[in-house]
């Protein structure tokens, strides 16, 4: 009899907790539900807003990402309070869990840091070609924590935004036109005048080398090297031009040096040999 009293006073003292208790566990899941409800609502608001700005995709996807977690973690602390638990209590836990959680991922913090910067003052965008870490390729996709580029060999370079944000980028695209700098070397005995003017007619002729007023071609003597006087030919050309017009004016140019009797030579050393005769 005395366990069956024991059931009886337990029933009773947690049973009433219970009832007091439904309330709040009502209104919690009731603020849970309609929470949910209007975060999905501003969910499509944000996309709406953005689709009518037509903003940068990678910037659409972190911000509509940071508001919806944002908005998510909000409500869970409202929820958790409304169940009873003290509010400042739960700030201190969220803040020693978050302060274990950077230590741990300093890494990734620093990796998305440097996408958030990357996103805000845009260096460069997916489809540019740049060139950082010393790893040249065309922007695939901006994450939050790397960076994923197309090199030429159409590998996938993955660079963490930590330090991509940090080092110097050269982006190649955002100009639009690039100048190019071609050395030729010709041997001292070679005519430097008549060198000059084939390749400067060679760069004329061609269309997609740029003719506008302050991006004539040009031509000048750039180095007295140990083996060769070495030229250098000068051009502007658009981004899709520049490989077209550098690899024709390569072969053109030794084709037609060569042609004109001008040789291109390759290092070399005069050796000179002493004879000592006093023996």
């Keep these: 009899m005395e366990k069956f009293n024991d059931v009886d006073y337990y029933i009773e003292k947690y049973g009433q907790k219970l009832i007091d208790f439904l309330p709040d566990l009502v209104l919690a899941l009731l603020m849970l539900f309609i929470g949910l409800w209007v975060i999905g609502i501003i969910k499509k608001l944000v996309a709406k807003f953005f689709k009518r700005k037509d903003y940068d995709t990678t910037l659409e996807k972190f911000i509509a990402s940071l508001i919806n977690w944002s908005l998510k973690i909000v409500l869970f602390v409202l929820v958790i309070t409304q169940l009873g638990v003290e509010s400042a209590s739960l ?20 990796n998305f840091a440097g996408g958030v910067l990357i996103l805000l003052l845009r260096p460069f965008k997916v489809g540019d070609f740049i060139k950082a870490q010393s790893v040249e390729g065309t922007v695939k996709e901006i994450s939050i924590f790397n960076t994923k580029l197309l090199t030429f060999g159409n590998q996938e370079a993955i660079l963490p935004n930590g330090k991509l944000s940090n080092e110097t980028i050269i982006n190649f695209t955002t100009e639009g036109i690039r100048r190019e700098n071609i050395i030729f070397g010709i041997s001292y005995d070679s ?6 003017n084939i390749l400067l ?34 051009y502007w050309a658009t981004n899709e031009n520049f490989w077209n017009a550098r690899w024709y004016t390569l072969e053109e140019g030794k084709k037609r040096l060569e042609a004109a009797g001008i040789s291109i030579p390759f290092p070399q050393r005069d050796i000179h040999l002493y004879q000592n005769n006093n023996n």
């Design 91 to 110: 700030i201190a836990i969220i803040g020693a869990a978050g302060l274990a959680i950077g230590l741990a991922l300093q890494g990734s913090l620093s």
């Design 191 to 196: 005519s430097v005048e008549t060198a000059k």
């Design 201 to 234: 007619e060679l760069a004329n002729e061609q269309e997609i080398i740029m003719k506008e007023e302050g991006k004539m071609p040009m031509i000048v003597m750039a180095e007295l090297a140990d083996s060769s006087v070495n030229l250098s030919l000068r």
